[in-house]
């Protein structure tokens, strides 16, 4: 009789039995789904604790005519199921069966690769010359030779370098012999590509192949097993919870180093209830020294140690390493993997992490706004009087009938942050069960200020955070400090200079940092080829400042200009700086003359680059100003111009020299006033321009029936900027529409109304990681490179 998987419900209604079936059915995927090492003889102990059903018994001694009893019935176990089951999970003998083949994996005579992480990624780009598709069996085992065993999960069971263990937390990553293991030569793409492992041709194999033959021709259809089998998983591997993910395990492996692994095991064995001690404990493995016990492991076995936790206690020794500063992360830097970018159950999640914690995020971003309902109605339930009266007073300026309609009103107005501000940080109540909803332990944060504790609930939620303002933000507030400071003043009394003195202390300091980042920004947006390197358009501070004490330092000069040494650390007085901008369009109206000298290089450019006229590639030199339209270049140098103009003719360096040089010439009042109006013409023209680097946030989108579609940003000051798709230009590594970035709305590229864009950029011990990632393969022998493909535009 053939089941649907309702019939199949009905057959085994027991929830036990159901389980009992599955972690059976994952030891059978465990085996199958790996690689022999050699030539393989079947171990009693791995067949003989396996018992067939009657109907498997059938089977199997049909297949008996080709083949011995052993291969047979491991084949039988192998296969599973087909019309019935072919195993018997009441009579099998689980524990010895996984203690069978927990000895072959240990043994290493049954692999699994590691692929959570580069380690496959590398050594097979340093033995294969060829994009390694598919692998045949010796060279699956040069690859998997001397690499971690994989560490993989299904259900509670748990294998990895430290054998096969039982998690606290039902998990869904099954097995798996495709291995992502390389990128193509084409530099405009960004997959990483996959290949399939090869086993050893074992008569268990061949058993098994003539087993499928078998039930194919002679036993019918199968029945609906998967099926039924993927409603049990859901239910038990939390399919459904929008706060359960398996992409905890790319974070993990690809997301921290070793130390940082390490600050996070040791958090998580920190007292005698520990949550890993006690996992560890349950699978009969004691920790003494917590140091010396993770000094013993390798990277594989912490992860899989780790894994031993339940998700939520997992995520909070992450959270707590990073808030106690032993997992450094900078201020925008987001940890995602970047190998296997997993998403899984209903909500299609992802784990990624920030300076504010591990968060489970949807694909669907507006499951935040769903999450912080649930969050509030957990707070205010409405079966509890005193709590429904309490938020019906917080919204009593909110018109609508009942409160349940008055939350609702109230969501669709306010930003997220003030409904957190207004519902939730407002006493110890609400806030503990926000951070208990949220997986944070009160005393892990209950030292934090306002405004950090506002960031970690909108992370957590799925939010934007709430960012500070620009380096320029600073120097916008010092001004006008400091305006208010020279408008006070009426006869030039000791007292008012004093104080004019005082507020110029930090006007000039942030005015230094704002024109340092503008000339780091200007040189490194207008001359580094962006395209080369990995990441793509990217902006680090440090790195653009090198990259542009370089440029100035070795670029040619008028014989009228003062020679000048740039700094690489930043040291740079307001001379150099106010002057660089020139000494910069000195350099750019060069390059204008010397275009073809800077052409891309043939071997760079990407495949489309030729073939696709609707999407054409825009990056044709190495220098980006040489790629933006006739326009915007004019306008650029222009900008540069008036930069140094306007700060000299303010008399800037001037006024700050006599003022905190103890000089007896006090300025004027019609010049500190000059130089006031110099400093904020030169804000408002750098920032309006985008040469100065200032972070616009991504506010929403829209899209009409055209398939048109527009991308709205928005700045610290309000300044709003919107992108429109499609795109006249190719798939060009510029950052998504959907992320926080730097737009520079001057710098037009050519016979586009697109302009530069870069995400923001840090360095950590996670772009330690992937410094020099991806590793693209000088040529190839694939077929699909003589495919001619048009790249369509997505959100980039």
């Known amino acids: 009789m053939v089941y649907t998987s309702l019939e199949l419900k009905e057959k085994y209604p027991n929830p036990e039995e159901q389980k009992s079936i599955l972690r059976l059915y994952g030891i059978s995927h465990l085996m199958g789904a790996s690689v022999l090492s050699g030539r393989y003889k079947i171990p009693a102990a791995l067949y003989e604790p396996i018992s067939l059903t009657p109907y498997g018994e059938a089977v199997c001694r049909r297949l008996m005519k080709h083949f011995k009893w052993p291969e047979a019935r491991l084949a039988c176990f192998l296969s599973f199921y087909?019309?019935?089951?072919?195993?018997?999970?009441?009579?099998?003998?689980?524990?010895?069966?996984?203690?069978?083949?927990?000895?072959?994996?240990?043994?290493?005579?049954?692999?699994?690769?590691?692929?959570?992480?580069?380690?496959?990624?590398?050594?097979?780009?340093?033995?294969?010359?060829?994009?390694?598709?598919?692998?045949?069996h010796s060279d699956t085992l040069k690859l998997l030779k001397d690499t971690p065993k994989g560490v993989f999960q299904w259900h509670d069971v748990l294998t990895g370098p430290l054998g096969i263990l039982r998690s606290s937390q039902m998990r869904s990553a099954p097995s798996t012999t495709r291995v992502p293991l390389f990128h193509c030569a084409k530099r405009s793409c960004n997959v990483v590509h996959h290949a399939y492992l090869?086993?050893?041709?074992?008569?268990?194999?061949?058993?098994?192949?003539?087993?499928?033959?078998?039930?194919?021709?002679?036993?019918?259809?199968?029945?609906?097993?998967?099926?039924?089998?993927?409603?049990?998983?859901?239910?038990?591997?939390?399919?459904?919870?929008?706060?359960?993910?398996?992409?905890?395990?790319?974070?993990?492996?690809?997301?921290?180093?070793?130390?940082?692994?390490?600050?996070?095991?040791?958090?998580?064995?920190?007292?005698?209830?520990?949550?890993?001690?006690?996992?560890?404990?349950?699978?009969?493995?004691?920790?003494r020294d917590p140091k010396e016990f993770c000094d013993g492991l390798s990277r594989a076995a912490k992860i899989q140690a780790l894994l031993l936790m339940d998700s939520r206690d997992l995520f909070a020794c992450i959270d707590r390493a990073i808030y106690d500063g032993r997992i450094d992360i900078p201020e925008h830097e987001i940890r995602k993997p970047r190998m296997i970018r997993v998403m899984s159950g209903f909500y299609d999640l992802s784990a990624e992490c920030s300076r504010y914690g591990v968060r489970v995020m949807s694909s669907d971003r507006s499951l935040a706004l769903?999450?912080?309902?649930?969050?509030?109605?957990?707070?205010?339930?409405?079966?509890?009087?005193?709590?429904?009266?309490?938020?019906?007073?917080?919204?009593?300026?909110?018109?609508?009938?009942?409160?349940?309609?008055?939350?609702?009103?109230?969501?669709?107005?306010?930003?997220?942050?003030?409904?957190?501000?207004?519902?939730?940080?407002?006493?110890?109540?609400?806030?503990?069960?926000?951070?208990?909803?949220?997986?944070?332990?009160?005393?892990?944060?209950?030292?934090?200020?306002?405004?950090?504790?506002?960031?970690?609930?909108?992370?957590?939620?799925?939010?934007?955070?709430?960012?500070?303002?620009?380096?320029?933000?600073?120097?916008?507030?010092?001004?006008?400090?400091?305006a208010q400071a020279v408008a006070a003043y009426s006869g030039y009394s000791e007292s008012e200079k004093h104080e004019i003195k005082r507020e110029s202390a930090p006007l000039f300091s942030s005015l230094e940092k704002a024109l340092d980042s503008t000339l780091s920004f200007s040189v490194w947006a207008l001359t580094f080829d962006h395209w080369s390197v990995h990441p793509k358009f990217s902006y680090h501070l440090p790195d653009a400042r090198t990259h542009m004490a370089e440029l100035l330092?070795?670029?040619?000069?008028?014989?009228?200009?003062?020679?000048?040494?740039?700094?690489r650390q930043g040291r740079n007085t307001l001379f150099p700086l106010i002057s660089g901008f020139s000494r910069l369009r000195d350099y750019l109206t060069r390059m204008l003359g010397e275009a073809d000298l800077h052409k891309r290089p043939a071997s760079e450019?990407?495949?489309?680059?030729?073939?696709?006229?609707?999407?054409?590639?825009?990056?044709?030199?190495?220098?980006?100003?040489?790629?933006?339209?006739?326009?915007?270049?004019?306008?650029?140098?222009?900008?540069?111009?008036?930069f140094t103009r306007t700060l000299e003719?303010?008399?800037?360096?001037?006024?700050?020299?006599?003022?905190?040089?103890?000089?007896?010439?006090?300025?004027?009042?019609?010049?500190?006033?000059?130089?006031?109006?110099?400093?904020?013409?030169?804000?408002?023209?750098?920032?309006?321009?985008?040469?100065?680097?200032?972070?616009?946030?991504?506010?929403?989108?829209?899209?009409?029936?055209?398939?048109?579609?527009?991308?709205?940003?928005?700045?610290?000051?309000?300044?709003?900027?919107?992108?429109?798709?499609?795109?006249?230009?190719?798939?060009?590594?510029?950052?998504?529409?959907?992320?926080?970035?730097?737009?520079?709305?001057?710098?037009?590229?050519?016979?586009?109304?697109?302009?530069?864009?870069?995400?923001?950029?840090?360095?950590?011990?996670?772009?330690?990681?992937?410094?020099?990632?991806?590793?693209?393969?000088?040529?190839?022998?694939?077929?699909?490179?003589?495919?001619?493909?048009?790249?369509?535009?997505?959100?980039?």
Request: contains cysteine; glycine residues 6%.
């Open 605 to 642: 450019m990407p495949t489309y680059a030729q073939h696709a006229e609707l999407t054409p590639f825009p990056f044709l030199h190495t220098i980006p100003f040489l790629d933006l339209s006739r326009e915007s270049q004019d306008q650029i140098l222009d900008l540069l111009r008036d």
């Open 82 to 136: 087909h019309e019935e089951l072919l195993v018997d999970h009441q009579k099998t003998d689980i524990d010895a069966l996984i203690s069978a083949c927990n000895e072959e994996i240990l043994a290493g005579k049954i692999l699994h690769p590691f692929i959570w992480g580069r380690e496959l990624y590398d050594k097979a780009y340093e033995l294969f010359s060829h994009e390694p598709a598919n692998l045949d």
């Open 370 to 482: 769903v999450r912080l309902q649930r969050l509030i109605l957990s707070i205010y339930p409405p079966a509890d009087s005193d709590a429904s009266k309490d938020l019906q007073w917080r919204l009593r300026k909110v018109q609508g009938a009942s409160v349940e309609e008055k939350l609702q009103r109230y969501m669709k107005k306010e930003e997220p942050a003030e409904i957190i501000q207004h519902l939730i940080l407002v006493g110890p109540g609400p806030f503990s069960i926000a951070a208990d909803r949220c997986g944070l332990v009160p005393h892990d944060v209950e030292a934090m200020e306002d405004e950090t504790l506002l960031n970690i609930l909108l992370w957590k939620l799925g939010f934007d955070i709430v960012s500070g303002d620009e380096s320029t933000g600073a120097l916008q507030r010092n001004r006008e400090s400091f």
């Open 553 to 567: 330092n070795n670029a040619p000069r008028d014989s009228s200009q003062e020679p000048v040494i740039y700094d």
């Open 649 to 796: 003719e303010g008399g800037v360096i001037g006024v700050r020299n006599r003022l905190q040089h103890q000089r007896e010439d006090f300025p004027r009042e019609d010049e500190l006033l000059r130089c006031l109006r110099a400093i904020g013409a030169f804000l408002d023209s750098a920032e309006g321009s985008g040469l100065c680097p200032t972070l616009f946030k991504s506010t929403g989108t829209a899209r009409d029936s055209a398939g048109r579609s527009s991308f709205y940003f928005k700045d610290y000051r309000g300044r709003e900027y919107a992108v429109s798709r499609p795109s006249s230009v190719g798939r060009a590594g510029l950052p998504g529409l959907l992320t926080d970035q730097f737009i520079v709305p001057v710098a037009y590229l050519n016979s586009s109304t697109e302009v530069l864009r870069f995400s923001v950029g840090s360095r950590s011990s996670y772009t330690e990681m992937w410094q020099d990632w991806p590793r693209y393969r000088v040529a190839s022998d694939s077929s699909r490179d003589l495919l001619s493909t048009l790249q369509v535009v997505d959100a980039s």
């Open 198 to 287: 090869s086993t050893f041709e074992s008569q268990v194999g061949k058993a098994q192949e003539k087993l499928e033959d078998i039930l194919e021709k002679e036993y019918g259809p199968f029945s609906a097993f998967g099926e039924f089998f993927a409603e049990i998983e859901n239910l038990l591997c939390g399919y459904y919870d929008d706060r359960h993910c398996i992409g905890e395990i790319p974070l993990l492996g690809e997301c921290f180093s070793d130390v940082e692994l390490n600050a996070v095991l040791l958090e998580s064995l920190k007292g005698k209830s520990a949550p890993l001690r006690e996992s560890l404990l349950r699978n009969e493995i004691t920790v």
